[in-house]
């Protein structure tokens, strides 16, 4: 263990704001989000790429921040959950997933609201098939994902053509 | 979880020069793959270092070993532990000395159970990395008795 | 006071991390209190030495052998990286038939590892096995080591206020009244002075409620660092080695009595549970199981020898279906196997041998009262909605072509609102009885209605439901209701049982919520019918121009609920004397109408709602892979009156997802030495939404006699999912003479029964004794 540890200066852009922070080399993407800058939206749940609770949208393709370290994320442009909303109303994935009751404790919903925001952004209309691919790595513990799916579809009904 | 190993193979050494080279931890210690050093507490307890690492878990073990059996020339047998980061070993291992027509069979035997953290993350690559350890050890042993 | 649950950097200083791994001199707490069940627990069990951190011998992998507190969790590890352990290996016992050998001890203090033994016996079973047509031997069964795995892990806050030594915990702990009351005796503190807060909680499905043992550690790190907040974040892989997992359970030596018509008449049977290293909320699970005794089904003989074991590994905590699941299964087992010996198919079997409609309420053979039901209506409904002839006409033409397809039921309880005073049936001393639960329903200075509730939620719509039945009471909108979410001790409204566990809000904690609205419009109808110079009985509660109000109708005269308010708080020269007992804040306090179970019988009424849920599942096991895959799937409900049907789904979805999880992807492994093989999400594969089918849902209402709504406890699910996927395994692999023996499936454990013929062969397990 080194007596000290350097810092790297890195710039980013979050949810539209541009971030200049310095961090130690092994500062995971997910700490920087929740520690530095205090969007505790993004949440840890398995510290090893599986749950999908960390998944943030990086550069508009979604990534589990816990298994990016902060210096990759240099340059880059990240939206947290936090960066969802629009002009202070919930983005219509958000709405779509509580009027389908489509969380119960909501640990996993920040990243699951990326991970849809990032399928219907390339596909307007996913299959049922095409839903569960896109959520494969966001584990739900609580509502066995059939609210997630109806969730999901109801989104791709209200944002079509947005 | 444990690895067992086991093997023999022969030396043009006589048992009694074999048996005094095995029991020497200063002399065979060094052969160990990846060894850091050693200190020796007296004659039967000594303490090696040696850099483990798997995949991404690295670090240096601390061994503590101990001369159990020592029945000059036929047979001498180590118990040791030790600890590295997200894991602690215990293995033991034997040699049974028998003489051949020109110098010595070596037979060797040991087991090292793997305990902690490091089984359940890097439980599959433990036993080949084990084995190809301990083959590196033993081919270092026959280079030493040429 | 630290901010509550945000990250270090909102702080006015950092706050430490505390990184719970190894032993540390600072927590030094062997002159303290233990932290295991002591008013559950009778000599010997009760001897066992259970600290927060290992003392001299760590009894399973993960168990915490020292604290280390530092300003950030990277800063920790690197500490942890300096710590060596030197660890001399004992000989491990991970088996719970092994462990009562007695060959190597786990707690030397209790001398044994057996934990609890007792027999639970009732009616005549000798005679029953004498007339009996059909006797099956079942030789062993196994359920498995699962845990339902919250999201969110175990996070504690603590500080310790060295002026007054208050303890303030922020944390996740989902059964708050139950661990203080550890707490208080550990730390040696007032259990006044320990301020238990929690907010929104991501999962618990009973894990949390064990996590206490931290709690107290992180109390003891701020004490030592002069009243500094601390902060524990559990890391996955600690969560899955050191939190808790369920209970496994082995079923040895089951006989089952039947006559010529396959009605069961007598079960015995012994079974052995495992508790892994410490016994903490155990042995209550030695009886919680009997609250199902019978299942759904009339026998009324049985004989259960029961035993508790301690083994080296996580110690078990009360997980989703607590104890109930393994005997439920058992029994789906026995049903099963029963059925497929003597020749009679599954769902007829079951009608032959249900608790029929008409006979409720009814009366188990130890005591219980099921309140309401209709098991034969949910088969056909369950059978309508799968297509079950369909089902049956494709199975035997895909069997033709060598396909291996079962068809299977299960049918299972969901006991909630439980009797602790079946906790005097392990523990004769045990102080425990009956249930209970608070809340508190007032109008706030300015006319707001607020409600408080002792239970700790983690999703499950409290705050929704709370509001709807105050709403109800006061006429008025649910969203003029404003619920304060989450648990607090200062909040007074919490009795001793108050948490979120045992399918139970629904009654218990809307009954006291609805019994608090009451107490309040009581009281606002005799402050309004003074106010308007009225009968109480002439006032009526309603919305008006000016908000939510009391009205006379023989006047048209109103108050609103600012008006009432603002006289009591603020205004109060005007009422006089004989109102001043008016306070508009109103606690009250439901109980449960329990009596205390007849302790040497193990006999009484031990939970107050029982709802069902009955599943039919198609699984194909593939002929190359052997991996089994769900084809179809439905799931029915009753859990009596429905208050919030979307919620009442979302909770029935979601209890079937942890089943079929649980039976296909999620067991706790351990390799010979004891090392947890499974302790990453990786390696434990919680269930994704690639694996979990669509799930068809239907229900009924059989509304219970036993709440003021007729609405059961249903949060639990009785684990329906495991029953019916080790019966439809069952079917698909009878005719290559295989007995699905563990609860736990997967490619591998059927390749080595089919192919392998290493496990799970019938012809060793089970045999048919036919004496017509």
Redesign the interface.
Known sequence: ?PETIERVPIKLKVNGKSRAVSV?P??LLV?LL???L?L?GT?????????G?CTVLMNGAAVKSCTIYAVQADDAEIVTVEGLEIDGQLHPIQKAFGES?G??????TPGLLLSTYQLLSSNKQPN?KE???A???????????????KAIRLAAQNTKGT | MAIKFGGEFEVKWKPEEVYDFLTDPKKFAPLLPDFQGMSEQDPTHFTVKVKVGISYIKGVAEVKMELTQADRPKRAQYKGSGSVAGGNVSLTAGFDLSPVANGTKVAWQGEAQIFGRLTSVAGGLLEPLGKKNVQKLIDGLQAAMK | MPMLGSSASTLPRPKPCLESYARSQAVKSNRRPNLSSKSAQSPPCSKIRDYPLAISTALYQGEPVAAIVAESPSLAEDAAELIQVEYESLEPVLDAEQALEDKSILHQEMGTNKVWNGVFEYGDVDKSFQEAAYVVHIDRLHFHRFSSTPLENNVVIAEWNPKDDHIYYSCNNSFPSFAIQFLAAHLTVHIDRIRVQTADIGGSFGIKITNYPQMAVCALASKKSGGRPIKWVETRSEHMTSSAHGNERTFRDTRVALDKDGVITAIASRHIDDCGAYPRYEPLGCVIWSQVFPGVYQFKNARIDFTQAVTNKCPVGPNRGYSRMQHLWFLERVVDICAHEIGIPADEMRLRNYIQPEEFPYTTPNGCVYDSGNYPKMLEIAKQLIGWDGWKKKQAELRKEGRLIGIGIGTTLDSGTNNFGQSQIVNPGAPFSGNSQGANCKLDIYGEVVVAVGSCPQGQGHETTAAQVVADVLSISPDLISVRTGFDTERNVHTGFSGTYASQFAVSGLSAVHGAAQKLKTEMKRLAAFVLETKEDDLEFSTGAQGPEVRANSTGKSINYWGLANIVNVNSAVLPPELHEITLNCRYIWRAPFKVPDKQKKYGNLTLTYASQLHIAVVEVDRETFIPKILDYVAVDDCGTVINPPIVEGQVYGATAHGIGAALLENCVYDAVGNMLTSTFSDYTPITALNMPTVRYGHIETPSPHSYSGAKGMGEGGAAPIHTISAALQDALFSNGIIIEDSFNNADTLFRAVVGREIYQADKLVKLDRRV
């Open positions: 263990m130690e092994r500062t700490e929740r520690e530095g205090d505790t949440h840890v749940g398995c510290d090893t790429t599986y749950c609770a009751y969380l119960q404790c909501g640990y996993c049922d839903i569960r691919k959520i494969a790595g966001n584990t739900c513990r609580c509502t066995g994902y059939q609210n997630i799916f």
